[in-house]
């Protein structure tokens, strides 16, 4: 066993990608900030590592007024190692709502369901 490797012996390399799930009660405007360079970046790097059932309380700017919506986000699957760097590919998934932030709806536009 290598110096670098973990004593459980599994691989402490750099994971390759990265599938996330978030609910599918986050609206157009906030798959769009989600969805974008800049925050696929942020989240390689508040994470150092990954395994597929993690659970990670993300949030996004929503453009006006410093408000912010909360994400909340699940690991669903890694590939390559465990470790998150600047070159792990973030891809998403959606699963069912959850009641994201429904205050937040008035200002853009999220899903009409949250107002049932």
Not at 13 to 28: H, M
Not at 90 to 111: F, K, L
């Amino acid at each position: 066993m290598s110096s670098q490797e973990p004593a459980d012996g599994q691989s402490d390399s750099i994971a390759t990608r990265i599938e996330l799930s978030f609910p599918a009660d986050v609206g157009k405007h906030g798959r769009k900030r989600i969805d974008s360079d800049y925050y696929k970046k942020y989240l390689t790097k508040v994470h150092d590592t990954a395994e597929v059932g993690d659970e990670w309380d993300e949030f996004t700017d929503v453009g006006c007024c410093g408000s912010q919506m909360d994400v909340p986000m699940v690991v669903e699957a890694v590939e390559g190692g465990s470790r998150v760097g600047l070159d792990t590919e973030i891809e998403y998934t959606e699963r069912e709502a959850c009641g994201v932030n429904q205050g937040w709806s008035v200002q853009h536009d999220e899903p009409e369901a949250l107002d049932d």
